[in-house]
């Protein structure tokens, strides 16, 4: 085993500072900076890996979601993915991740395939292997919180396509937000996972993750993820966590992680001496650098460690095979910028895709040259919005606020989601808020700071969107009204006549295109567009998850 237990390790010893990074401007940290108070102590036990010595670890797969939403700019089409379909089904991975995150705006906005259509394609092509897919709590697979209803719809709808496992996070661990989906999956008898968001900040420790994952458990999660979504977490660390949670939940613990900054194999090797259940790989090319780790290599790193999972060389190398010529097809929306290992990741925290992503938006804002310094302050904007984890959206929002700090000044202009942070319309941040900020948000608003949970300010909406449906002559399907809640317009474009069936009708107007011609602008993901109006000048602003 890598780790021997010389001393006994406290985990409240362990804050999770991340790497020092240079501070932007003179001005001093806008908040005080809140002390890191000495939390619960426990030792660890003298034994390693106290489960099943010799089980191996299980691999799941994430080639079909977050391989190509890393590396690919989440454009994998159904047709692209069917081929590869028996060979993966038939490998014993322990889940493949098939939908979720940013598939399903990929395939409305760009693919033009309807994404309930894709799970049930998927589903009947891998009958044998559970499939899996990442929720982003009361987000459902958007940017903003939804009312209770639409959520509780989606996971049924998703359900009943056949998803097995929920991976469900918020993006600032505030468990208020996870309920209604945990509830959702359990009453559609189905797999819920709770989701630790990993990251670092003078307010994260171990010990805080592990209050966490112990509230997962409570909260009736079948199984708890770590999900590293920047590539952060260094060995070490993740042998603590991962053991730590091991020793006080009873629910499997998966870790996901990503190479962005080269760390995830030995986080994956380390994790499974502490004893983790499952470790996330993709399939090369849409494998390392931003996504997960290859599954090929991930094996080859534990030869000869108990925990080895069985495999078969000849099935991976066929895929491996059959994937290199889609990652050529993809290759408008690949980039060299998300396969190399880069460390800057450990500094500023942004997310791999979104670091890519960034340098083209900053250039169509012209702010090429600010690069670097838009990166020195995301750190500092962090930190005034309460340390939140740079996960979908506030990813997005933190990168969108720093550089409107640049561009125009320190909070000379303060985006719209930036406001509702403050406010607490996306729950509880980790550190708190800074208050004259604070003060100048509710100034702006009228409003006062929500200390409650954000979604019980929310009307129901269902019947509604059924009834929004019908009015443009579709159907009023529980599908199609989740998908219209979240992507209107992209709806209906999917829905929008042929041309052909136009052209005798309106030859002179013909309707948009069912399948949009994809981005021009290479590695444009399917993010967020914010439209900000700033001074009388619209400024569209698009990032994307990873
Ligand atoms: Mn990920």
Redesign the pocket.
Known sequence: MLFGEPNAITTDDIALRGQECPRSGNSPPANPRPVIGKIRRFTFGPTAYDGHPMKAVILNN?VLR?GH??LAATRMTTAQMLPACADLDGLGFGALETWG?ATIDSCLRFLGENPFERLGTLKAALPKTPHMM?LRGQNIVQYTSFPDDVVTAFVKCSAARGMDIFRIFDALNDTRNLVTAVKAVRDAGKHAQGVICYTTSPVHTVDMFLKLGVELEAMGCHSICV???AGLIPPHIAHTLIKGLKERVKIPVVL???DTAGLAGAAYYAAVDAGVDSI?VSITPFANGTG?PDTVRMIALLEGHPRQPAHNPAALQKLREYFTGVYAELGKFTSPANERVDSDTLCYQV?GGMLSNFRNQLKEQNMGDKFDQVMLEIPYVRECLGWIPLVTPTSQIVGTQAMLNVKFGRWKNLSQPAIDILLGKYGRTPGPVNAELLEMAEKKTGQKRIEGRAADLLEPRMEKLKAELAAKGLPATDELAVLHAMFPQELAKIYAPKPAETAAAAPAKPAAPATPAPASTAPAGPGKRYNLTLGGKVYPVSVE??
Do not use: R
């Open positions: 994430t977050d939403q890393s995150g990442l999900k590293d979504m996901h992680s990503h996330d997960q997310p998850e990873v």
